[in-house]
């Protein structure tokens, strides 16, 4: 995908790459609907190895409906940020932009500002883009546009990230029978290349993983 090239009425799971990798003032940008009954949703910015820098994932449990954001490397989850604030709303229309800082990634839903979440792995690795779901999810455009300077200036008193943890909460995603995307190292991603050079191995199932290898 090309900045300022829209995606229109893309099907869900979503995957394509970000020719030229992610760059400092872009946003991407996702316009949709989430019907009635849909559980669950993810907005990833993936490594080139497979990582995930930044995994967006608003669960709309009755009960505690929660966005949950992480990064996944080495094998492992990271430490959950959870944010009790949901912005999404079933049977509705909704425009998501992520805005890409120096420091953090920016995301604000239907104009409003929501969270940030500050980089584990430095944004010029990221290459690609997916969306995950439940194949109810509509998606009416996906769009990367160069929009420097940001919308919102970053926080000066963010904390550092929290560290990466074999315990995290994140873990259950894999034992539920979701998906596991494995990284190993972190060199350049070659996705980053013209199309023809794309490379990104991913794994999926629908029952438990105890070990994966490549």
């Not at 994932?57 to 954001?69: E, G, I, Q, W």
């Not at 992480?70 to 425009?95: A, C, L």
């Not at 992520?98 to 010029?124: A, K, M």
């Not at 550092?160 to 894999?174: Q, R, S, V």
Request: with cysteine; proline share 9%; net charge negative.
């Amino acid at each position: 995908m090309d900045s300022q090239t829209k995606i229109l009425n893309p099907r869900i799971p979503w995957n394509n790459p970000i020719y030229g990798g992610l760059q400092r003032g872009q946003q991407v940008l996702i316009e949709g609907s989430i019907p009635e009954g849909i559980k669950t949703f993810a907005v990833n910015l993936v490594f080139g190895n497979g990582a995930i820098a930044f995994h967006f994932n608003p669960r709309f449990d009755k009960a505690s409906p929660v966005v949950v954001c992480n990064t996944h490397r080495y094998w492992w989850w990271g430490t959950e940020e959870r944010n009790s604030s949901m912005p999404f709303r079933q049977d509705d229309d909704f425009k998501m932009a992520i805005n890409v800082t120096d420091n953090c990634y920016q995301v604000s839903v239907n104009g409003q500002h929501f969270l940030e979440y500050r980089h584990r792995i430095p944004l010029q690795k990221v290459c690609s883009l997916e969306i995950r779901g439940d194949e109810k999810l509509k998606i009416a455009s996906i769009c990367v546009l160069n929009c420097e300077p940001p919308l919102y200036e970053p926080s000066e008193k963010m904390a550092p990230p929290p560290p990466y943890t074999a315990e995290a909460d994140g873990m259950e995603i894999i034992k539920k029978g979701g998906y596991c995307l494995v990284s190993m190292d972190e060199q350049a991603p070659e996705c980053c290349s013209p199309p023809g050079k794309v490379d990104q191995p991913e794994i999926e199932g629908d029952s438990e993983i105890s070990n994966v290898q490549k």
